[in-house]
T-cell receptor
């Protein structure tokens, strides 16, 4: 079964600074990787996903993520953070096995200083 | 209307009440999910339905009873809940199980008094 870790529980950055949120996964076969964002009291919104092909994927709101198989990582990045990016970010891994479900990481809370 | 909708958005109930949460997806998906999100805890998968059939129950207490009358609707019936059941309940859907992208509703914030 797959698993996901997000080493950082809480990150604070200044507005305009760059951002990198870490995600590490464990899965024996090709993973399907996702990043979701959740604003307070809201559901999860898909930011981007990786299924195959180019290891650098672009998402909505200026986010991108890079899949590194050798490091079992799928880190999320943004070159310049906006105050509206303050939220909880979840990494998830899905298996290509029909019977498997998503596994979500514990989340990283992002705070943005003005 | 598009996406995944959930009603009600907020619910306060006593421990002896019976209530139901409703989820509807307008995406033509075949799989639907209930998740529980408690403060300071990871997202917990509760139930999975695929083509209206329950395929997974992650050791959820019997005071939570799901129902999926068709591929577009999913209910979570609640009875004799405990205060520790207070949480955000999220519904999601996907085209199929496994690796398909899951789309989430806004959630129902449940408070059990």
């Amino acid at each position: 079964a797959q698993s996901v870790t997000q080493p950082d529980i809480h990150i604070t950055v200044s507005e305009g600074a760059s951002l990198e949120l870490r995600c590490n996964y464990s899965y024996g076969a090709t993973p399907y990787l996702f990043w979701y964002v959740q604003s307070p009291g809201q559901g999860l919104q898909l930011l981007l996903k990786y299924f195959s092909g180019d290891t650098l994927v672009q998402g909505i709101k200026g986010f991108e993520a890079e899949f590194k198989r050798s490091q079992s990582s799928f880190n999320l990045r943004k070159p310049s953070v906006h105050w509206s990016d303050a939220a909880e970010y979840f990494c998830a891994v899905g298996a290509d096995n029909y019977g498997q479900n998503f596994v979500f990481g514990p989340g990283t809370r992002l705070s943005v200083l003005p | 209307e598009t996406g995944v909708t959930q009603t009600p958005r907020h619910l306060v109930m006593g421990m002896t009440n019976k209530k139901s949460l409703k989820c509807e997806q307008h995406l033509g998906h075949n799989a639907m999910y209930w998740y529980k999100q408690s403060a300071k805890k990871p997202l917990e998968l509760m139930f999975v339905y695929n083509f209206k059939e329950q395929t997974e129950n992650n050791s959820v207490p019997s005071r939570f009873s799901p129902e999926c009358p068709n591929s577009s609707h999913l209910f979570l019936h609640l009875h004799t809940l405990q205060p520790e059941d207070s949480a955000l309940y999220l519904c999601a859907s996907s085209q199929a199980r496994g690796a398909d992208t899951q789309y989430f509703g806004p959630g129902t914030r449940l408070t059990v008094l």
